[in-house]
Each structure stands twice: as structure tokens, then as C-alpha cells.
């Protein structure tokens, strides 16, 4: 059972327009939420977070909203440039368990075209 | 210290054959995770050290697989007997813990791609 669902394996934008990446989670015990990013045959680096108690948080050209009613969140990417091209995951821990594991979604692939 | 070190970053090795990997951590981050990663999916969690102490492990975890932190600073994770199914990337993780509470996010390591053959 996915906890932690990215229902586009895929995305595809020009360069300079924005690129929204979508996460939904099913785990109400999740309070913090991350998104990485991942280039073929390399470790997954962190982009951005945002916990529960917020439901924006912006770093540059990266915002991520939270809907915790809807148990849905997203990243957007604005402009978008070439070199954003990656696999990028969505990620969540339920901090009060202890471990603050992460649970990964499959990943969405964005291609930014030039 | 530029980040999360793997090695090796690549094994081949033959079914039934036991492999090692080893992951040393941002030196001031206690808490240190282990993830496995198949085609087409996320990072899966297998366990987690803070310091030393081996506090979680993922029910994917089989007998076959030990991990190890023992003076709290490098971790080695070997797989006994290994399986076909086994192939996989291995991503060591590394966080801080801070004193007033609350865990700062991970940082990988590039991963250790082992293939069973």
C-alpha cells in the first residue's frame, strides 16, 4: 500500500514556464514533507521541505504547497531551466514516530525543454 | 567534509556470494539511514542508526542483511548469500539531530549500485 503517491511518472515544459509537480499521501501521522531531486547514477539531493505547520514555504524558484485537508502537496518550479531535468521525489516522515524515516513516492521525471 | 560518502559505488557479484558496503557520514550528523532503491521506485527505507544504536529496521530487512555503526561514526551493511532480488541501489542517508528538538532533512550519499548475477 503507497503511502506517498506521484500519479505522473512523467512531465514535460519549455523552458522559462513553470513546471508544478504533484504528491498525494494517504499517512495522516505525516507532519513533514520533502522533496528531492535525482540525476541518473547519483544519491538523491534535497531541493526543499515544508512541515505541517505551514502550507507554503519558497526557496528561490522552488515553492512547495501543502493542503493538508486534501493530504496533497506540490512543487513548483518557476522558470523552469534546462538543467532542472531529473527525477524528483516526494518524500514524507511522521517526526513524532521516532525515526523520522522517509517514505518516497515512485518519482516524476521532468524534462525542460530549451 | 563535502557530504555523505559510498563505497564502493559499484559491485558485481555472483549469487550466494556475501558483499559489504560501507557509508561515512556528514561527521557532525548522528542519525544514519539506510535506503534501498529498485527501477521504477523511490528510496525504501531498511533501517536507521542514531549514533551507534541500531534503532529501527525495516520488515524488508531479511536475516541476510546486518548493519552495523560501531563507534557511531561509519556504517557497513553486508548482505549474506546474495540473491538475484537483491540488486539494487544502496543509498546511505545522514541527519542532525538538534538538541531543542527535531530533525534536520537527509543527505545522501550517491549510492552503491549492486548487481547479482
Known amino acids: 500500500d503507497q503511502q506517498v503517491k506521484q500519479n505522473s511518472p512523467s512531465l514535460s515544459v519549455q523552458e522559462g514556464r513553470i513546471s508544478i509537480l504533484n504528491c498525494d499521501y494517504t499517512?495522516?501521522?505525516?507532519?513533514?514533507f520533502l522533496w528531492y531531486k535525482k540525476y541518473p547514477a547519483e544519491g538523491p539531493t534535497f531541493l526543499i521541505s515544508?512541515?505541517?505547520?505551514?502550507d507554503k514555504n519558497e526557496d528561490g524558484r522552488f515553492t512547495v504547497f501543502l493542503n493538508k485537508s486534501a493530504k496533497h502537496l506540490s512543487l513548483h518550479i518557476v522558470p523552469s531551466q534546462p538543467g532542472d531535468s531529473a527525477v524528483y521525489f516526494c518524500?514524507?516522515?511522521?517526526?513524532?514516530?521516532?525515526?523520522?524515516?522517509?517514505?518516497f513516492g515512485k518519482g516524476t521525471k521532468l524534462t525542460v525543454n530549451p | 567534509d563535502t557530504g555523505v560518502s559510498q563505497d564502493p559505488r559499484h559491485k558485481i557479484t555472483k549469487r550466494g556470494q556475501n558483499v559489504t558496503f560501507r557509508c561515512d557520514p556528514i561527521s557532525e550528523h548522528n542519525r544514519l539511514y539506510w535506503y534501498r532503491q529498485t527501477l521504477g521506485q523511490g528510496p525504501e527505507f531498511l533501517t536507521y542508526f542514531q549514533n551507534e544504536a541500531q534503532l529501527e529496521k525495516s520488515r524488508l530487512l531479511s536475516d541476510r542483511f546486518s548493519a552495523e555503526r560501531p563507534k557511531g561514526s561509519f556504517s557497513t551493511l553486508e548482505i549474506q548469500r546474495t540473491e538475484q532480488g537483491d540488486s539494487a541501489m544502496y543509498l546511505c542517508?545522514?541527519?542532525?539531530?538538534?538538541?531543542?528538538?527535531?530533525?534536520?532533512?537527509?543527505?545522501f550519499g550517491q549510492g552503491t549500485r549492486l548487481t547479482v548475477v
Open positions: 515544508i512541515s505541517s505547520i505551514k
Open positions: 518524500a514524507a516522515s511522521a517526526t513524532g514516530g521516532g525515526s523520522e524515516k522517509l517514505v
Open positions: 499517512n495522516s501521522m505525516f507532519d513533514y
Open positions: 542517508a545522514s541527519s542532525a539531530v538538534y538538541e531543542q528538538g527535531g530533525v534536520a532533512e537527509a543527505f
